[in-house]
C-alpha cells in the first residue's frame, strides 16, 4: 500500500511563495510520473503540473513561469515551488502518484 504525504501549505501574501512537497511511502518499485492537482472552492481539481521519471515537465497555462515541479527519486519525493502566488491560486494542493492522492495542503494567498 502506498501513502503520500503533502506538506509546506500555508497562507502567504500576493506575490510571495511557497514550497510543497510530497513524499510517497510503502511498498512499491518506481514512481514513473508525478503530479500536482489543486481544488478551489467551488471548482473542480484541476492539474497544475506534472513531472516523469526522466524529467520531462508540464504545467497549467495558469502557473507556467511560476511554478516549478521537481522530484527526488532518492527520497521519493516530489515538490512544487510556488513563486508570485496570485489569489486565484489559493486552493486546496493534492499530489497524485501510483493511483494514489495525497491527504491535501492547504494554500491561502492573501494581504
Known amino acids: 500500500q502506498v501513502q503520500l504525504v503533502e506538506s509546506g501549505g500555508g497562507l502567504v501574501q500576493p506575490g510571495g511563495s511557497l514550497r510543497l512537497s510530497c513524499a510517497a511511502s510503502g511498498i512499491f518499485f518506481s514512481i514513473n510520473i508525478w503530479a500536482w492537482y489543486r481544488q478551489a472552492p467551488g471548482k473542480q481539481r484541476e492539474l497544475v503540473a506534472t513531472i516523469t521519471s526522466g524529467g520531462r515537465t508540464n504545467y497549467a497555462d495558469s502557473v507556467k513561469g511560476r511554478f516549478t515541479i521537481s522530484r527526488d527519486n532518492a527520497k521519493n519525493t516530489v515538490y512544487l515551488r510556488m513563486n508570485s502566488l496570485k489569489p486565484e491560486d489559493t486552493a486546496v494542493y493534492y499530489c497524485?502518484?501510483?493511483?494514489?492522492w495525497g491527504q491535501g495542503t492547504q494554500v491561502t494567498v492573501s494581504s
Open positions: 497524485h502518484a501510483l493511483r494514489t
